[in-house]
């Protein structure tokens, strides 16, 4: 049930992303290629190919990076956020499901309010286990 609820939220993050950030966007039909005409479906996809990325290219980039992460204290996790969110657009892009980022500024927006409402929506979620 945990993993279901992670990953609605990460659906519901990226619709926020898109909604609130200028340079985000999803095609509501881009699941059509999947044949599935849902706005939801898209979003649901979307949230398993951001979190892929994120689990396979992020600790990669944090790896290559940390000389920058210890030079900036841990700030430049958040670029290397951002460079992920766009490789998923590049991703969902080759896959045809219509989200794009079109810069790296949207980019990093775009990945902070994702990782913000993840973020806050799995500390629930990981409350309730007490």
């Known amino acids: 049930m945990g ?9 519901a993050a990226l619709f926020a992303a898109q909604y609130f950030v200028d340079g985000v966007s999803v095609a509501p039909d881009g699941a059509s290629g999947f044949g599935l005409d849902s706005p939801f479906a898209t979003y649901a996809i979307l949230a398993l190919v951001l979190g892929l990325v994120m689990s396979l290219v992020r600790p990669i980039l ?7 992460q210890i030079m900036t204290l841990g700030l430049f996790s958040f670029v290397v956020n951002a460079v992920a969110f766009w490789i998923a657009s590049y991703v969902a892009g ?5 989200f794009t ?7 990093l927006w775009g ?4 990782s913000l409402i993840t973020a806050v929506g799995g500390s629930f979620l990981d409350s309730g286990r007490d």
């Open 101 to 107: 980022v079109t810069g790296f500024m949207p980019a």
């Open 94 to 98: 080759l896959l045809g499901l219509g």
């Open 111 to 114: 990945s902070l309010i994702y």
């Open 3 to 11: 993993m279901l609820f992670r990953w609605v939220l990460a659906a």
């Open 62 to 68: 944090t790896a290559l990076t940390c000389p920058l």
